[in-house]
Nanobody
Framework: QVQLVEAGGGLVQTGDSLRLSCTAS????????LAWFRQAPGKEREFVAN????????YYASSVKGRFTISRDDAKNTVYLQMNNLKPEDTAVYFC????????????????WGRGTQVTVSS
């Protein structure tokens, strides 16, 4: 059974940093597209960042570009999201996801999802 488990969320202040992690079990994901999405209260789930198969490129939503960095350690079957200079508008539940699609930012293209981790940024 495939599972994705996120960790690292919490309550921080504006300008602080957090690093989220997502560890997969049940299969290896080194050839899969890995991504982070987020969902704020009352809003739709939105794309944050993705990492193409091991050694591939990374892409970011414009709202986080320059502040967030996605990385992956395929030996640990883990994907990370380093979040710097956090803002109140980054407050959301953050989800990791995995897809066999080569490149996409559409949430409906991802086969596996974690349950999410809450990130709250106070002003």
């Amino acid at each position: 059974q495939v599972q994705l488990v996120e960790a690292g969320g919490g309550l921080v202040q504006t300008g602080d940093s957090l690093r989220l992690s997502c560890t997969a079990s049940g299969r290896t994901f080194n050839t899969w597209l890995l991504a982070w999405f987020r969902q704020a209260p009352g809003k739709e789930r939105e794309f944050v960042a993705n990492s193409l198969r091991s050694g591939g490129s990374t892409y970011y939503a414009s709202s986080v570009k320059g502040r967030f960095t996605i990385s992956r350690d395929d030996a640990k079957n883990t994907v990370y999201l380093q979040m710097n200079n956090l803002k109140p508008e980054d407050t959301a539940v953050y989800f990791c996801a995995a897809s066999t699609t080569y490149y996409t930012t559409r949430s409906d293209a991802f086969e596996y999802w974690g349950r999410g981790t809450q990130v709250t940024v106070s002003s």
